[in-house]
């Protein structure tokens, strides 16, 4: 019964010293990005899909659904690490409720940006994010024209 005890004691010390590690090099909203995503998932019917591998390997895709030409859901699914977590999410967020032309435009720097910086080793994440999405537009706007 000690060993239990032990054990999760070392676990929660483990724990507390990641944290203090992620905070020094994220800030709080990719944290709570990655911690708590609302928008991971892959919506089975949609309107547009999108998947982009990018450089560093990870893959990352994103589904939407529309109506009267707004977004009114979009989700992303990643193999990738806790940034391109944060950054898929929170691009969704952005995205929702606003039309293709309003979304189209939307750069790295914006999503960086809005989650209060990236350090220089995942900038890639919230380019492979924008990537996934333009793709996903690309699709459907070659799908509208058929």
Do not use: R
Not at 103 to 112: A, G, N
Request: aromatic share 6%; hydrophobic share 35%.
């Amino acid at each position: 019964m000690n060993d239990d005890k032990d054990f999760d004691e070392f676990i929660k010390n483990l724990q507390k010293k990641i944290d203090i590690i992620e905070e020094k090099v994220y800030s709080k909203k990719v944290i709570n990005e990655y911690k708590n995503p609302t928008n991971f998932g892959i919506i089975k019917i949609s309107d547009a899909y999108g998947e982009v591998k990018g450089p560093c390997g990870d893959t990352m895709k994103i589904t939407l659904s529309l109506k009267n030409k707004k977004i009114i859901k979009g989700l992303f699914w990643t193999d990738g690490c806790g940034a391109t977590i944060a950054c898929g999410n929170m691009l969704m967020k952005i995205i929702k409720n606003k039309t293709i032309d309003e979304v189209s435009s939307i750069s790295k720097e914006e999503l960086i940006k809005i989650l209060d910086g990236l350090p220089k080793e995942h900038l890639h994440c919230a380019k492979l994010a924008v990537d996934t999405l333009k793709d996903a537009i690309n699709n459907l706007k070659k799908n509208d024209i058929k």
